[in-house]
């Protein structure tokens, strides 16, 4: 299952839920590979720490695929493992930044470097890519690339335009990959105390139904203190709220594949 998560609002949410996510789904004991397909990195951060990351040569790195001039023997080498057991990641840093071009239809066959990378990176179960906060190429090839989407929104996005050009990328990218399918939306960064994030909540609901997922991630230290020490809140505190959130996500995840893969086929 290869899940992108995009939206191009910045700070929604997007690099930290890949993150905690992909600790729920190593801990539940499936073989996880992240792809930071974001030229700020924040995900490859978030394992290996910024000096680290921003240290890596292109060829360790997603720009590499994307570069016409270095070809790669095998594309499965910028694959690392983490510190996190089942958990590998494709990190990213500014070296994809040239490569994150506007209008990215016209990229010809860089739309599909991540589809092909993934097809020749096999042996996972779960792959989470992490976009940048802009529907320009690293977001395009990603979905491009993947089975579901899932829209991280945070409860006071009021703007729905920037909402409409995320799902028009979707239909659009179903001309190059007819199977994909929106998983939802993800209510982030949730404080219910406040009567704005309760009626954002209701409004999404009623407007997009059952593309809203049941959970929703609250705003919660923990998380930030879990990504400040380099562990997914699951591992670093599972009791706390943050991770008996994430978990949910995760078996809501999977159980919302597995009910569109038991609809189709049925058809
Ligand atoms: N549920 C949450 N509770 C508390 N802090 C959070 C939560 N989600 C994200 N954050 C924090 O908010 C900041 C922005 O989150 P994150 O980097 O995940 O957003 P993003 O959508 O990936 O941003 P960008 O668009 O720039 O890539 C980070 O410092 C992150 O730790
Ligand atoms: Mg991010």
Not at 9 to 27: M, P
Not at 153 to 177: K, Y
Not at 193 to 207: A, C, D, N, T
């Amino acid at each position: 299952m290869i899940l992108a998560l995009i939206n191009q609002k910045g700070g929604c949410g997007k690099s930290s839920t890949c993150f905690h996510l992909a600790g729920a789904f190593a801990a539940a004991g499936h073989r996880v590979l992240l792809v930071d397909a974001d030229p700020q990195g924040s995900l490859s951060q978030g394992f290996f720490g910024s000096a680290e990351v921003e240290g890596l040569v292109a060829e360790m790195t997603l720009a590499v695929l994307f570069d016409d001039d270095r070809l790669v023997s095998s594309p499965q080498s910028i694959i690392q493992p983490t510190s996190v057991e089942n958990v590998s990641l494709a990190p990213a840093n500014q070296h994809l930044a040239p490569f994150n071009t506007p209008s990215p239809e016209a990229a010809g066959m860089r739309q599909y470097v991540l589809r092909e990378f993934l097809e020749s990176a096999p042996g996972y179960d779960i792959v989470l890519i992490d976009c940048p906060p802009n529907l320009y190429l690293c977001s395009w090839a990603a979905i491009v690339a993947a089975d579901y989407v899932l829209i991280p929104v945070p409860p006071e996005d009021f703007g729905t335009q920037g909402l409409r050009a995320v799902h028009q990328a979707i239909e659009n990218a179903r001309a190059l990959n007819p199977g994909l399918r929106r998983l939802g939306h993800l209510i982030t960064r949730s404080d219910r105390r406040l009567v704005i994030h309760r009626s954002y909540e209701q409004r999404l609901r009623e407007l997009y139904r059952e593309l809203v997922l049941d959970t929703v991630i609250p705003e919660a230290s923990a998380f930030k203190v879990a990504l400040a020490c380099r562990t997914p809140v699951e591992l670093y505190a599972r009791d706390t709220a943050a991770a008996v959130a994430t978990r949910t996500l995760a078996e809501e995840i999977l159980a919302r594949v597995a009910e569109r893969n038991r609809k189709r086929q049925v058809a």
